[in-house]
């Protein structure tokens, strides 16, 4: 698992963190490292923990076992207030009554920053979000996007050392979604400072991150890159959280990590595939292939499938094969299906590869 980063004083560290709810272990015991500068993601789905996670680092939630160092300071004893840490939330909680100016400038006039320094830093967090011509403005003279970006602007002023994000975006319709989402990431470039961005969305985590912390059920799964966690994933949950993937239990023989074997598929018979992990004794696992990584072809080498759907997704086909009782699913480009596979209909026998090195078998 790829927790190190580059820098020599990570801003983040945890270090056997866990949080206990009653009985429900809400976050298992975990390590983490989140560099300076970096624009870390922790993705999952609702309730696997994520929240509880960005919460101990704010110091909202103590943890039941664990430290947190923020620049290299424990600081698992300090109140959130004086955690070297800004947050930012969907819901706005903007001042109604001051202006966006006001609003950006306010946490410099509590901590009694000279006047002009503080006039001059709030105007250059606000042209950051592109916002300067709207400075005299009241927050309820502005678009849920214009809105999200003073709050931004707010939470970066100070210059803290992170800034959490918990699912900023889910107010805002598809489009602007995406265009903040891009805007986030320049932001954050701009003002070097490192976002831990918490979200559902794994469309929103790999476009934004440079790594991304996939967690189920209260266990962080795998720490990569947004590439690194597409294209190895190390778990049968990473592969089938992150886009789309086809999940076929097979029966592994031992080998090392790398290496590549010949997995036994009930029905089908033996299929070959790289080991994602060491494996000590012949077990039971998962051979992941994505729909893009996977040919059919009309005759030649392969697995005989037969069409059982076609789906028409724009740029692509999604279809359905069956072979032999197993549905694998398969995209294929509309260039592709006009050229090399002209009347492709459902119902018919087609032959599907795949070369070894794209099916990845893991255990867990
Ligand atoms: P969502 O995306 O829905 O916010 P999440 O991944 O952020 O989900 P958490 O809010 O961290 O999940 O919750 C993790 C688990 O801990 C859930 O099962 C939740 O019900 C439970 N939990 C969270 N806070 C508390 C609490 N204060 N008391 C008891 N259980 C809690």
Redesign the pocket.
Known sequence: MTTQTTTSTPAVEISGISKQ??D?L??QPLDLEIGDNEFFSIL??????????MRMITGFETPSSGRVRLGGVDVTDVPTRNRDLNMLFQSYALFPHLTVFENVAFELRVRKVAKAEANARAQAALELVKLAHLGERKPDQLSGGQRQRVALARAVVSGPKVVLLD?PLGALDQQLRKEMQFELKRMQREVGITFIY?T?DQEEALTMSDRIAV?SE?VVQQVASPEEIYDQPQTRFVAGFIGSCNLIDVTVPGGAAGTQVAATVAGIGTLNGVLAEDVTREQQGTMLIRPERIEMRRGGEGLVGRVESLTFLGEEWQVHVNVSGTTLKVSLSSLVREIELPGLAVGEELTVSWRPEDARIVIR
Do not use: D, I, N, R
């Open positions: 709810f009653g429900h809400a976050v999952g789905p609702s309730g696997c923990g994520k929240t509880t996670l699912e918490v559902h967690m209260g």
